[in-house]
């Protein structure tokens, strides 16, 4: 009894069994199928695929790409900076620098250990350096950039151009206190036709190559160094090479204002830029002295900032003229010396008027005094006149009494009575002759 129902067990009919039946006829089916329907299926996938591909982009991969980015860059352009000290804004100069020098000039920043790695901790100059755009480099020995004497040196070598700027025809040399123009209406390539450009010195400078800021033709320095060789401890390399290019022929070199690529000591409008001798300590009067064309410089230029020691507005002195220095300004001073000019002028002018109103008073005196003495000395001659008229009459009358008394004489000499009047007539005509004559002395000394 036990058996039966077991061996009925393992026969029985159910669900899964049906299901595992029906997936084994299946699979024979397609099995049995499947070979004569092959060449339809691959011929519809391949169709399928066909169109697929249609739909897609073309695209090239190349499977060995260059390893040097700096390649798709112009070998021959290179933006230069030879800077051992580790100055603050170097990184944001040499950023504002690759974003105005033309995209297809590569940049070589050559310091010290201590520069280096100042400038290269920066992720705008790690930006530069995976793109290709600008490489850092610490000279191997016996190479120096320590002082100005050492960056000489080195510029006015053959072999640093040979060794470490080979297949370079154009060298921007710029320094940490010099800056292009991002408003410049010019670009740095329209200057490869000079062989050498950069500031004036004077307005009628032969060569007008001031090496802060300045473009030069390598191929043009090599013919130099090739027949001539710099004395050590002499003259600065930018005046060197001028001196030489100058003469050369076929250089064309910067002359005057002429090709000048840059300010520094003489003013010219819309310059490529500018370079700011010691970083703004030894600047020249002639293009910042005035604070009008001060502040067109930094209108036009306004980046310049970042590279020179500057203070805010309100942070000058009180008397701070604007001019780099206190008091009156230039412009103060020649006014004020005009106004004194002037007030001193009006002074003169009224002095001279006062010494001709006293002259004329002088005059005026003079004449009313000499009119006085000439009428004075009218009356004491009237007057004077006048008494010898009377001492004339007064003689006279004596003079006719003497002659009655002399006629009486003669009648009565023997009366005595007549003898003593007689006497008495003559002593009055002696007293009054006498008094006449002191009279008219007294008025003499009076006139003198």
Known sequence: MAASNGSAGVFAITKLRLLLFASLVITWWFAYTLPSYKP?????????????????????????PTDDPRAKYNASKLALIIEPRPIPHLVPQLLHMTSVVPPDWRFL???SNVSVVSVARSYGIKHQQV??????????????IDTKEHVFRLLTDMRFYEEFLP????????ESDSILCSNSPKSLNEWLDWSWAGAPRTLDDHFS?????????????????????????????????????????????????????????????????????DGGQSL?????????????????????????????????????????GLGPTDAEKEAAAVEEAKKKALEEIKAKAEEEARRKKEGEEEK?????????????EEKKKKQEEEKKKQEEETKKQAETATGRDDDEDDDPLANDADAKAKAMAAEAQAKAAAKAKAAFANHI
Request: aromatic share 10%.
């Open 368 to 380: 009313r005094k000499q009119e006085e003495e000439e009428k004075k000395k009218k009356q004491e």
């Open 40 to 64: 339809m299926i691959k011929a519809e996938f391949k169709s399928r695929l066909d169109e697929a591909r249609q739909k897609i982009p073309k695209i090239k991969v190349d499977w060995k």
């Open 284 to 324: 020249s009067d002639n293009v910042w002295k005035d604070p009008e064309q001060r502040k067109k410089i930094f209108e036009y230029c306004p980046e310049i900032s970042m590279i020179m020691d500057m203070k805010l507005e309100r942070e000058r002195c009180d008397d701070d003229n604007g001019e780099g």
């Open 167 to 174: 297949g370079v025809e154009w060298i921007l040399k710029f």
């Open 109 to 111: 920043f050559i310091g």
């Open 209 to 277: 190559g001031n090496g802060g800021l300045s473009l030069r033709r390598v191929s043009s320095i090599q013919k130099v160094l090739q027949f001539q060789e710099r004395y050590n401890d002499t003259e600065a390399e930018d005046e060197w090479f001028g001196k030489r290019l100058w003469v050369m022929q076929g250089e064309k070199v910067a002359h005057g204002k002429k090709g000048a690529l840059a300010v520094e000591d003489f003013y010219m409008e819309n310059p490529m830029g500018y370079h700011v001798r």
């Open 131 to 144: 793109i290709g755009r600008l490489d850092l480099m610490v000279l191997p020995d016996p190479w120096e």
